[in-house]
């Protein structure tokens, strides 16, 4: 290979990428003194390595741990990302996956926004086999938030004395006329926060005004908005209420699995919400449809172990449902965080912008909390939907349609000026391939 051939080109990406802080969610191992790919990254090296290695449940350490502690985090945390950008191990994998995809069309698809965001950092679209298609999913909580949601949270803002609080992507995203972040300018109370329990302590420090937070995200943000009202519950703080959006990841794979217009060969499946979840959840895709898929994490060699084993088990015809995420997720997920969440909240159906309504994939509030939701609190006047003219973001969500095809994509449609929500979020199918285009 010389210089210019693109697999040195991803690699040297690789072996540049910048080290997360220590603290990110992704930085498990500081705490889990085994790595679970550690043997499958060794293995791997060799084109000819069996991607099983991926599920041996007693790896060899990394060698880390031992110094693992809590004044030698950012150390530990270096690394483990330098371990799993291994430069060579990338080559190798990138080889095993051209070797495994043969010619026939595979279509996988990513369902987590930050691994959107990983899999164009690190260039791995255009390296892939010319018969692979990496297309982006519905895992943008933002993106997939439908329209008449956003407009409900406009008109509680509008509500004398409301002051309305919510995460900084869901500020900018378009409703049918209008936006948090335009009635923000507008003059109405309305505020980011980083955690429900800031939104806990605006609500402390102004006990005459009602406080609304709009809760949106999967299954790895609602545990925290469970927290927050039962937090809220046993500080007796009757002005605090949340304007529920959540949703669940399982049955939205379901719909596109359905989808006849779409046709994936094999799910990444998201690490994050895995770690709640675990992998039970996903197995009906192998049951019902013979889609295999698996978790991965967001690094390098985690991203392309996972596609050269979703290769492999589409070659094989063997489909299974595989963790590649170990030193992330437990095959149970978390069962404690599960438990809140099943305290505060129960299934409904709910309607996700581009796949439309999806029976029992969204969360809402049980009525022993009812005080604390804010659907129930506010009966107000929602105006009728519109949807963002020529704006494709359905198709983009459903894999339908890759963002450059759009028409107003880079053109009408920027992150500085976004038509649609896939442009605000910087986990935004949109937003990711704008930004890393080149
Ligand atoms: S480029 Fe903009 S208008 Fe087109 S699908 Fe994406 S968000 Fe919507």
């Excluded at 051939?5 to 997360?20: G, I, L, M, Q």
Aim: hydrophobic fraction near 40%; glycine fraction near 8%.
């Amino acid at each position: 290979m010389t210089t210019r051939d693109p697999k040195n080109a991803v690699a040297a990406n690789v072996a540049s990428a910048p080290t997360p802080r220590a603290g990110n969610s992704n930085v498990a191992p500081a705490s889990n003194p085994r790595i679970g790919s550690a043997s499958a990254m060794a293995a791997m090296a060799t084109p000819n390595s069996n991607t099983d290695t991926v599920s041996a449940t007693t790896p060899p350490s990394l060698g880390i741990a031992e110094t693992a502690g809590p004044t030698n985090t950012t150390a530990d945390a270096r690394a483990v990302f330098d371990a799993f950008r291994d430069p060579a191990l990338t080559r190798a994998l990138i080889e095993r996956i051209h070797a495994l995809a043969g010619d026939r069309p595979i279509n996988l698809m990513e369902v987590c926004g930050t691994h959107t965001v990983s899999i164009g950092r690190y260039g791995f679209r255009s390296i892939m086999p010319a018969n692979l298609h990496l297309l982006s999913g519905p895992g943008c909580p933002v993106c997939v938030t439908a329209n008449q949601d956003i407009d409900r949270a406009i008109a509680l803002a509008r509500v004398d004395g409301v002051i309305i609080t919510t995460f900084g992507d869901m500020m900018r995203v378009p409703g049918s006329t209008s936006s948090l972040a335009a009635e923000k300018a507008a003059g109405h109370d309305v505020r980011m926060v980083y955690s429900p329990l800031d939104a806990l302590t605006i609500a402390q420090e102004n006990p005459g005004r009602p406080v609304i937070f709009m809760g949106v995200g999967f299954e790895t943000t609602t545990p925290t908005i469970a927290a927050a009202i039962l937090e809220a519950q046993a500080r007796d703080l009757q002005n605090f209420s949340v304007l529920s959006v959540h949703k669940t990841t399982p049955p939205a794979l379901r719909a596109i699995a359905n989808d006849p217009q779409t046709r994936i060969d094999g799910f990444i499946l998201p690490g994050h919400v895995s770690t709640i979840t675990g992998i039970n959840p996903y197995r009906f895709l192998v049951d019902d449809f013979g889609i295999p898929g698996v978790v991965t994490g967001f690094e390098p060699v985690d991203i392309l172990e996972g596609i050269a084993s979703l290769v492999e088990m589409i070659d094989s015809g063997l489909p299974e449902i595989r963790n590649a995420y170990r030193r992330g997720v437990n095959e149970d997920g978390n069962p404690v965080a599960r438990q809140m969440v099943e305290q505060v909240f129960e299934p409904c159906d709910v309607t996700w912008r581009g796949l439309g309504p999806i029976p029992g994939s969204g969360l809402r509030i049980r009525p022993a909390f009812e005080t604390f939701d804010a659907a129930k609190r506010f009966d107000v006047p929602v105006e009728p939907t519109v949807e963002p003219r020529g704006c494709r973001c359905g198709d983009v969500l459903r894999g339908r349609i890759s963002p450059p095809e759009c028409p107003l994509f880079g053109k009408a449609c920027t992150p500085a000026d976004p038509v649609g929500p896939c442009m605000v979020s910087s986990e935004g199918s949109c937003a990711a391939y704008h930004r890393f285009r080149s």
